[in-house]
């Protein structure tokens, strides 16, 4: 791991995903979760504050970038929800199937690698009544902007850590056997329009 990927970009997605317009977008997503929780791709730990600790009995955050994880394990000493953490991947994470009651993904599957590899993993350990609760970025409804996206897209990743502008979230959960539920899109006021788009919703196993 280099210089940028160990000290720098831990640093700037930490920022980056720390903003308010981000945060309200958490803040409707996150305190939907219950039972026992898998956040995949926790980072540094935003969601902790939005959990709910009535409703949350605990959390299992899995993330590949351990200097994102320190950041995470600070802000886990102000959180009510017990917190246990695990450097992995999405695509083949050390934790038996069918455990948990919900699955939380917040600005991650646009960074996952192996994407329906990491969404079959996801299938395999929330439980056959459980659901995936998600708040993603992705591909825009307007031409003009996913040739934008398009353009954009090699740079982007190579600066925010593999990110793309262009996955079809909704698409990539129903591929990886998922029934989407609910689902609320728009542009995130306040973004550029080529990183802007959002989709907030919730997921069950099919």
Known sequence: MGFYDRLVL???????????AVTQQRRKIVPLATGRVLEVGI???????????????????????????????????????PLELLVSGGESMPLPASSFDTVVVTYTLCSIPGLSTALADMHRVLKPDGQLLFCEHGRAPDANVVRWQARLGPWWGR???????????????????????????AYLRGAPRFAGYHYIGAARPQ
């Open 159 to 185: 600066c925010f850590g593999g990110c793309h502008l262009d996955r079809d979230i909704p698409a990539e959960l129903s591929a990886g056997g998922f029934r989407v539920t609910r689902l609320e899109q």
């Open 43 to 81: 980072g540094s730990g935003h969601n902790l504050p939005h959990y709910d600790p009535a409703k949350v009995n605990a959390v299992v955050g899995v993330d590949p970038a351990a200097p994102s994880l320190d950041i995470a394990r600070r802000r886990a000493a102000r959180s009510a929800v």
């Open 10 to 20: 831990p640093r700037l997605l930490d920022w980056g995903c720390g903003c308010s």
